[in-house]
């Protein structure tokens, strides 16, 4: 379970530079080619083009501080759940992300591999969030019972790929979330019938 979960961890982290940051700087390249064209003709630069480059890049920026962040290990020595709390600190600092908690999650039930699972699962709950245009807020309620971990996520004018979520999305977040979740044989419930709000369910079954 653990070599399998790492590897996965890795690809999934692989698929994300390569897919996500990998085409934003292809992207940024291409309007600097177009720059230069235009530098050789002695044409005027249109000013959308600068700030079309301008997104890029501070998307590029985004992407990459979430790489990075993905990358560094979870530290638990102090729990699960103080994790969380720095995990949720950051992404309201760097991503303005407006987070409403319930956390009634006992770590001492849970084992360390679905520890670090729950964290990653969280981690790419925020990173869909800050995708969002009109809004960054989420309701987040985690609980564990003697049998079951659930994590319930609100998303508040969420991003088109969250209102269009399945198991077959070219999203990396979600794919990353139906991945872990799998692998603990868990489940997931989508409502996404409101283009205002939409949530999703995770149950994962907690091992005796």
Request: proline fraction near 2%; avoid cysteine.
């Amino acid at each position: 379970m653990v070599v399998e979960s790492e590897e996965k961890e890795r690809k999934m982290i692989a698929e994300n530079i390569h897919d996500r940051l990998g085409s934003l700087m292809a992207s940024i390249r291409l309007h600097l080619d177009y720059f230069e064209n235009l530098s050789k003709q002695d044409q005027e630069l249109p000013e959308y083009a600068f700030t079309n480059l301008k997104s890029k890049i501070d998307e590029a920026i985004r992407a990459l501080r979430l790489v990075a962040h993905e990358t560094m290990p979870v530290v638990l020595d102090l729990g699960i759940n103080s994790a969380l709390d720095n995990l949720f600190f950051y992404f309201k600092k760097n991503f303005g992300i407006v987070l409403q908690l319930d956390n009634k999650m006992v770590g001492e039930r849970i084992n360390h591999n679905l520890k670090i699972t729950i964290y990653r699962i969280i981690q790419d709950i925020l990173k869909l969030s800050t995708l969002a245009v009109q809004s960054r807020k989420i309701n987040l309620q985690l609980k564990t019972n003697r049998h079951t971990v659930s994590i319930l996520a609100e998303f508040t004018k969420p991003p088109k790929n969250v209102l269009n979520s399945n198991k077959n999305t070219d999203n990396l977040e979600i794919k990353s979330i139906y991945q872990r979740v799998h692998l603990f044989r868990g489940n997931i419930k989508w409502n996404n019938k409101s283009v205002d709000k939409v949530k999703v369910l995770i149950e994962i079954p907690v091992e005796d």
